[in-house]
């Protein structure tokens, strides 16, 4: 196990020994050369952007007055059994927070009481300085508009265009009129690097698995939000597509600012996105922390969960 902060990414040195990096940007390109190019290049940035966007971040979360935009206090909550018991985690402005855990364990839930979609036994939220769980329906709703949201598994609406998808939180919860509305899914759309022109009128069905998890995130973030929530967002994906969505994720942490909760079960993007890592494991967090901290932790429980990575 490397204790690299990018969770095993290879070191400069051995990156130049990657035949796929040693493609020169000036290089004539020969048939076949495309996807090796590509692939060179995604890796590349994410090598240089990926360290320089969480630094970044960090250097902010450091600040003494730095605000906590999320958190969990202390909170329980059981459907037929216990599912959370006496979780606590935070996120600073402009931090992404990585949770992982196995299947079950209650991250898809945990996005659930951040959204106020489910409220808890015991324990406060917190979302942008105001406690959540009392809030009466209107009030919860005024909060929701905070945060964007990325299901798991894109979850479009299968029977509407690409445009209809990105614009339904707009006419939902917004004013804008038909230009507006126009304008600003052009925008977002633009801004996960699909071209609007082609796809707008496009069925989810028409898409492949990583430009559905595009318009996701376009959806997600239609209203500006400064709160986003992604459940999933590599899940299924090869691993070429992951890196693009993870290096997506980065983008709208390091242009917008953002504060993210990634639900996610691919330690590598993890590693790569997040300024803090939350590991569920019976009912509790039991490790939070920076990715350096996790690849330097000797606890068993969670060199099993990174295996061999
Ligand atoms: N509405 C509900 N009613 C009853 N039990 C529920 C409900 N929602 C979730 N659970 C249970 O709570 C536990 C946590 O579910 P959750 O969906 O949060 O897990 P997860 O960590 O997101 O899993 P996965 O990785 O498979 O998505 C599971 O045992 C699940 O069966
Ligand atoms: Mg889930």
Redesign the pocket.
């Known amino acids: 196990m490397t204790d690299n902060p990018e969770g095993g990414r290879p070191s400069d040195d051995r990156r130049q020994a990657n035949p796929e990096d040693q493609v020169a940007p000036n290089t004539p390109i020969r048939r076949g050369d495309d996807d090796l190019r590509v692939r060179a290049a995604i890796r590349n940035e994410l090598a240089i952007d990926a360290p320089t966007a969480t630094q970044e971040i960090r250097a902010v979360a450091k600040r003494e007055a730095a605000h906590k935009v999320i958190a969990l206090e202390h909170v329980y909550l059981a ?3 216990p ?1 959370l018991n006496d979780v606590s985690f935070d996120a600073l402005e402009g931090e992404t927070i990585a949770v992982a ?10 996005l ?1 009481l951040l959204l106020r979609l ?1 409220v808890p036994d015991k324990g406060q939220v917190y979302i942008d300085g105001e406690e959540i769980t009392k809030l009466n329906f209107a009030d919860a709703l005024k909060v929701r508009q905070k945060m964007g949201m990325v299901f ?1 598994g894109a979850a479009l609406f299968d029977s509407m265009t690409v445009f209809e998808n990105v614009a339904y939180p707009l006419r939902e919860h917004t004013k804008l009129n038909d230009d507006e509305i126009e304008a600003r899914v052009r925008e977002k759309l633009d801004f996960v690097d699909l071209d609007p022109d082609k796809i707008l009128e496009q069925l989810p069905s028409d898409l492949s698995g990583g430009m559905r998890k595009r318009v996701g995130i376009a959806r997600g973030m239609a209203n500006n939000p400064k709160i986003m929530l992604y ?2 967002p590599t899940s299924g994906l090869d691993p070429l597509t992951t890196a693009t969505i993870t290096h997506l994720i980065i983008k709208l942490q390091k242009e917008l600012g953002v504060t993210s909760v990634v ?1 996610t ?1 691919d330690i590598r993007s993890a590693f790569r996105m997040s300024t803090k890592i939350a590991v ?1 494991n019976e009912k509790k967090i039991c490790f939070f922390g920076t990715p350096e901290e996790m690849a330097a932790s000797d606890d068993r429980y969670l060199r099993d969960f990174l295996g061999g990575y």
Do not use: A, P, Y
């Open positions: 459907f037929d059994e599912v855990g196995e299947s079950g364990t209650g991250k898809s839930t945990i659930k489910l798991q459940d999933e639900v079960h569920l």
